[in-house]
């Protein structure tokens, strides 16, 4: 039997000594083994730098570096560029064509520098791990390069080696854009509908990759002297250069857009007068046809602002060309020309002098693709330029070359310069060709083109001159030249449809002012009206408005030649236009400084709703205001087009109607010919003007102000913009502001605010007088502006409202073309009030004041405001407007459907309806008991006039042509 030992007796003091003694042991190895891990990390850094971060790297631009082949530069929380080179000295600092100030970054202003705060830690897996306060966080693996400790190097970025994470979610290299919510496109000629987009720089899944490895270098911006187009040149990259820059900003459309444009430019205002309507037609015009058909539109009292003229202008050889005979640029005959043609324009500059004194702006067209030809009046001294003999045999042309700085230079001094001082006022380039130039396809004519004409014009041409191109889209980075040519495209419904969506979309690249052919431009049959006039009124509504035709005699785009009723909607339509210039030109401003286009889908505002990416026809107009148009024909027998429309969160006011629509919520009507759904948020204020012959500022400045209180009534504020609308100052501070503001001040009152304008400018008048419109808001009891009470009246009824009139002021529209007619000068504003019954609105006029006073506006109503507020906005105005065109047809004897008994009911409802807006000027009733009644009536008016078989008296849809 073994012997047990006792167990052995532990010493306190020993133990404790021995315990100290390990954990100090256990200590030194924590330090040692974390020194391990740091040696390791530093090895994985770039030798030559002293640290990971560099936080004022290569122009400012927070930087990490990793084995001196990787390189991350965060320029936003949520953007990161990330290049891979084989080494260090094959990283790229200067601009390119789609970042073209990049440079610039460390000298933005204050708040567009957005130096993200970044940490940066590593692993001994050699996982560099770098996050971004606030944003994003960038993982890339460096592989293992053998058994040395430490010893690792940076590879291409590949899906198992670089990820990205965001808020929804990560990318790697690879990833498909399924969510992408598409860009723009080169041009829609011969589109019938839709066409494939280009990807954009939003989408769904929450990020969007830009590949510039191979995009062209450009000077820099930064060089301003007056005489100088900053060139490109070719990008040498070495093989396996990688170039990406990653947008993750999830669904923050906004923020992504304006981040963009730091690195890539801002949007460029174009001149004023760009914001009115285009004439264009391919057509052999003379200059007297072109003279008689200016006057055709001032005898019709339609507005015009451009003449687009198109090939014709100068030396063609259509049946040569149509035989297929080519010139020596192996181009079709006669489609490039320089020369004008006398037989039509005997003395240009004389014609050109003429447009001028009429405030005609004028531009031509250019197909540069075949250089210059040797039948040019100019082409000796070109070609002399070049270094080619003109006299040479066989024949020699100056082929064209738009990468070449000295073709360019030459060019434009020796063929385009001219022409410019004859009265050229800007260029409408129709590149058709090829995508690549002599430096490779990497650089893209089109964009090169616009480029080159836009700094040329906005550098060469003086301080009065903006930018400003008439152009295709040319890709990414083409958001600097505006504004673009969309092309030609069939005249459809399929047409037109498609593009409403694409106008939209063109926002996620930031490309604000498409121009597009209004009406179409190729058919094998005349235009159907009704189709021309919803697509006038699209267009009044769309970033640039210019209608256009194929050369053919069945194409018709004169609107007085659609017959009186369609003349009369379409050029309301066209004042609805001019009447909203200072809105949209003050919505130019706010793209100019965020980024975010006018015209743009409804899912920048409301991202997060499933409805606001499924309307493709329905847009939002600035932030109060949606549009909705319509783009199918009429039904039968109604005569009117059903649209189903999302109408956000909120109470919204139709327009046309005044009916309040509290959303979210899917909204459906049948609009007649004459409407637009156009919806408005209620509290909205837009400042709108007196439309007249033109853009140009008129003798007797009144600034219209629309005022949407809604059936709560709510208010509201915009910023109103001006500038001199044609120089480059408003890019400094050569503009000034004016904060317009309404506030429901009581249960019974309203009060409104124009503050002062920000600075009196050269150009700008320094006093105006203000009309201030009420829509929506029954008749005041009292109104004071400055506390001095004005005197007014409820005006009588002047006419059956037989049709919407968008005009912000028909009488005052009416009045300024008179004045024109009779060469006599409108007379001054009288200040006074005037309720108009038949639009349920009220209008303040107030005298000239200088614009750096404020002017303040009480508005005093009867005890039952909001109950009068609330039956206002239930749409009896629209049903009023619809039972005085009924009961004109009616009255004129048409033949309807109906017994003796129907018609007896019928005819009282429509009476009743009809004579409302003379009700109201009795003022013998409760306005809310007047209204409720009226709507009482509507509840059985639509039964019985299906019963009576009455159709809209819009039915002469297909009215020839005169």
């Known amino acids: 039997m073994r012997e047990t030992l006792p167990p052995p007796r532990t010493n306190p003091v020993v133990a404790s000594i021995l315990a100290t003694v390990f954990?100090?042991?256990?200590?030194?190895?924590?330090?040692?083994?974390?020194?391990?891990?740091?040696?390791?990390?530093?090895?994985?850094?770039?030798?030559?730098?002293?640290?990971?971060?560099?936080?004022?790297?290569v122009g400012g631009v927070v930087t990490v570096t990793v084995k001196g082949q990787a390189r991350f530069q965060f320029f936003a929380a949520r953007m990161v560029r990330m290049e891979y080179a084989p080494s260090q000295s094959a990283f790229e600092d200067r601009p390119t064509l789609v970042f073209a100030e990049r440079d610039l970054y460390g000298a933005k202003e204050e708040g567009q520098a957005l130096k993200p705060e970044v940490t940066v830690r590593a692993d001994e897996g050699g996982r560099v791990v770098m996050t971004v306060d606030h944003g994003l966080t960038v993982e890339y693996s460096l592989e293992a390069g053998g058994t040395q400790r430490g010893a690792f190097r940076a590879k291409p970025f590949r899906a198992?080696?670089?990820?990205?994470?965001?808020?929804?979610?990560?990318?790697?290299?690879?990833?498909?854009p399924s969510g992408n919510l598409k860009g723009t496109t080169r041009t829609l000629d011969r589109a019938d509908g839709e066409v494939p987009l280009e990807l954009g720089l939003l989408s769904r899944d929450g990020w969007s990759l830009i590949d510039d490895s191979r995009g062209p270098i450009l000077q820099s911006l930064n060089d301003v002297r007056p005489d100088h187009v900053p060139w490109v040149e070719k990008r040498k990259p070495p093989k396996g250069y990688t170039d990406w820059t990653l947008l993750a900003y999830g669904h923050d459309y906004r923020t992504a857009l304006k981040e963009f444009t730091i690195l890539a430019g801002s949007i460029p205002i174009p001149p004023k007068f760009a914001f009115g309507v285009w004439w264009s037609r391919w057509w052999i015009y003379t200059d007297d046809q072109l003279k008689q058909l200016v006057g055709d539109f001032r005898k019709h009292r339609v507005p015009l602002d451009i003449l687009v003229i198109d090939m014709d202008w100068?030396?063609?050889?259509?049946?040569?060309?149509?035989?297929?005979?080519?010139?020596?640029?192996?181009?079709?005959?006669?489609?490039?020309?320089?020369?004008?043609?006398?037989?039509?324009?005997?003395?240009?500059?004389?014609?050109?002098?003429?447009?001028?004194?009429?405030?005609?702006?004028?531009?031509?067209?250019?197909?540069?693709?075949?250089?210059?030809?040797?039948?040019?009046e100019k082409f000796v001294p070109m070609a002399l330029a070049m270094g080619i003999d003109p006299h040479s045999k066989p024949y020699k042309h100056v082929p064209f070359d738009i990468a070449d700085e000295r073709y360019a230079r030459n060019w434009f001094d020796i063929i385009l310069r001219d022409l410019e001082k004859q009265g050229i006022d800007f260029w409408w380039l129709d590149w058709q060709q090829k995508n690549r130039t002599s430096l490779g396809p990497e650089l893209n004519p089109t964009i090169w083109l616009n480029h080159v004409f836009f700094h040329d014009m906005e550098r060469r041409r003086g301080a009065d001159h903006r930018g400003f191109i008439f152009h295709r889209w040319g890709g990414l980075g083409n958001h600097r030249y505006q504004i673009g040519f969309s092309g030609d495209t069939w005249i459809t419904w399929e047409s037109l449809k498609f593009q409403v969506y694409f106008t939209?979309?063109?926002?996620?690249?930031?490309?604000?002012?498409?121009?597009?052919?209004?009406?179409?431009?190729?058919?094998?049959?005349?235009?159907?009206?009704?189709?021309?006039?919803?697509?006038?009124?699209?267009?009044?509504?769309?970033?640039?408005?210019?209608?256009?035709?194929?050369?053919?005699?069945?194409?018709?785009?004169?609107?007085?030649?659609?017959?009186?009723?369609?003349?009369?909607?379409?050029?309301?339509?066209?004042?609805?236009?001019?009447?909203?210039?200072?809105?949209?030109?003050?919505?130019?401003?706010?793209?100019?400084?965020?980024?975010?286009?006018?015209?743009?889908?409804?899912?920048?505002?409301?991202?997060?709703?499933?409805?606001?990416?499924?309307?493709?026809?329905?847009?939002?107009?600035?932030?109060?205001?949606?549009?909705?148009?319509?783009?199918?024909?009429?039904?039968?027998?109604?005569?009117?087009?059903?649209?189903?429309?999302?109408?956000?969160?909120?109470?919204?006011?139709?327009?046309?109607?005044?009916?309040?629509?509290?959303g979210p919520k899917k909204h459906s009507d049948a609009y007649s010919l004459d409407e637009i759904p156009i919806f408005v948020k209620a509290g909205t204020v837009i400042p709108m003007a007196i439309p007249g012959i033109n853009t140009?500022?008129?003798?007797?400045?009144?600034?219209?102000?629309?005022?949407f209180p809604g059936p709560q009534g709510v208010g509201g504020e915009y910023f109103l913009y001006e500038d001199d609308g044609i120089s480059k100052a408003y890019k400094q501070s050569g503009f000034g502001t004016t904060r317009l503001q309404s506030e429901r001040y009581s249960d019974t009152s309203m009060k409104f605010v124009a503050g002062p304008r920000s600075r009196n400018l050269p150009?700008?008048?320094?006093?105006?007088?203000?009309?201030?419109?009420?829509?929506?808001?029954?008749?005041?009891?009292?109104?004071?502006?400055?506390?001095?009470?004005?005197?007014?009246k409820i005006r009588d009824v002047l006419v059956a409202a037989q049709s919407y009139r968008w005009s912000s002021s028909p009488e005052m529209n009416d009045e300024v073309w008179g004045s024109y007619e009779t060469g006599s000068s409108p007379g001054p504003i009288v200040s006074g009030w005037v309720y108009e019954p038949e639009r349920l609105t009220l209008t303040v006029n107030v005298e000239e004041k200088p614009c750096i006073m404020e002017v303040s506006v009480l508005l005093e109503f009867s005890e039952s405001f909001a109950a009068d507020l609330e039956a206002i906005h239930s749409g009896i105005i629209r049903l009023n407007r619809k039972a005085s065109r009924i009961q004109t047809r009616l009255s004129a004897g048409r033949p309807v459907k109906a017994d003796e008994a129907l018609m007896t009911r019928l005819t009282g409802m429509i009476d009743e309806l009809s004579s409302l807006p003379d009700r109201i000027v009795q003022n013998k009733e409760s306005l809310t008991e007047l209204l409720n009644s009226s709507m009482r009536v509507v509840a059985d008016l639509e039964l019985v006039l299906r019963e009576a078989d009455i159709p809209e008296p819009f039915e002469d849809l297909k009215s020839p042509l005169l």
């Open 504 to 662: 939209a979309t063109a926002a996620n690249v930031g490309f604000a002012f498409w121009s597009h052919d209004i009406g179409g431009f190729m058919s094998k049959d005349k235009t159907e009206a009704e189709l021309f006039l919803r697509w006038i009124q699209w267009g009044a509504l769309s970033p640039i408005f210019r209608t256009h035709a194929w050369r053919v005699k069945w194409i018709e785009r004169r609107i007085w030649m659609y017959g009186d009723m369609y003349l009369k909607l379409m050029r309301e339509a066209i004042n609805l236009r001019y009447s909203l210039l200072p809105f949209l030109y003050s919505e130019a401003r706010k793209t100019h400084e965020t980024s975010v286009a006018a015209l743009h889908p409804l899912y920048y505002e409301y991202p997060e709703m499933e409805e606001s990416y499924s309307y493709p026809t329905q847009f939002m107009l600035g932030l109060s205001m949606m549009v909705s148009p319509i783009v199918a024909p009429a039904e039968r027998p109604t005569y009117t087009s059903t649209k189903e429309s999302w109408v956000p969160p909120g109470t919204w006011i139709e327009w046309h109607s005044l009916r309040q629509i509290v």
């Open 314 to 376: 100068h030396l063609t050889a259509y049946e040569m060309m149509n035989a297929g005979y080519v010139d020596l640029a192996r181009q079709p005959l006669g489609w490039t020309g320089y020369t004008w043609n006398k037989s039509l324009f005997p003395d240009p500059a004389k014609f050109l002098t003429w447009c001028h004194e009429q405030d005609l702006r004028v531009t031509l067209n250019l197909h540069p693709a075949s250089g210059v030809q040797p039948f040019e």
């Open 160 to 176: 198992d080696n670089l990820v990205v994470r965001f808020d929804l979610g990560s990318w790697r290299p690879g990833d498909t």
């Open 763 to 792: 150009g700008l008048s320094e006093t105006r007088s203000y009309s201030l419109r009420f829509v929506g808001v029954p008749p005041p009891q009292r109104v004071t502006v400055g506390g001095e009470e004005l005197s007014g």
């Open 23 to 57: 954990a100090g042991l256990v200590a030194v190895f924590s330090v040692w083994v974390e020194r391990y891990r740091e040696s390791a990390i530093t090895d994985m850094v770039d030798s030559s730098m002293d640290w990971i971060l560099d936080e004022n790297g």
């Open 696 to 707: 140009s500022p008129m003798e007797r400045e009144v600034l219209v102000i629309s005022v």
